[in-house]
Nanobody, 126 residues
Framework: QVQLVESGGGLVQAGDSLRLSCVAS????????MGWFRQAPGKEREFVAA????????YYSDSVEGRFTISKDNAKNSVYLQMSSLKPEDTAVYYC???????????????????WGKGTLVTVSS
């Protein structure tokens, strides 16, 4: 079993930057990918970004492409999300995910991932 813990959320103003971190524990993660999802108030959880754990490929949702950057540190069992040019519509609880079942990003978008953290709140004021 893999446990995920997010950190780095907070209250920022529109246009600001913020960096989220997620560390996996329980055992060394050796699956296919880790990623970030978010859930805004009254909305369903949505895919934000994912990074291959075994390669250097990344994948982003259209809404964050060019503003957010996902990165990883395999040695630290960690994944990060650098968020820039934040907008009020980015306000959400951000969840870290890890997947051991499939290497396909389309599966993460449709079905999420195998393991989830409890989330960290990001609030962007206008």
């Amino acid at each position: 079993q893999v446990q995920l813990v997010e950190s780095g959320g907070g209250l920022v103003q529109a246009g600001d930057s913020l960096r989220l971190s997620c560390v996996a524990s329980g055992r060394t993660f050796s699956g296919y990918a880790m990623g970030w999802f978010r859930q805004a108030p009254g909305k369903e959880r949505e895919f934000v970004a994912a990074i291959s754990w075994r390669r250097d490929s990344t994948y982003y949702s259209d809404s964050v492409e060019g503003r957010f950057t996902i990165s990883k540190d395999n040695a630290k069992n960690s994944v990060y999300l650098q968020m820039s040019s934040l907008k009020p519509e980015d306000t959400a609880v951000y969840y870290c995910g890890a997947d051991e079942s499939t290497p396909y990003y389309s599966d993460y978008v449709r079905h999420g991932m195998d393991y989830w953290g409890k989330g960290t709140l990001v609030t962007v004021s206008s």
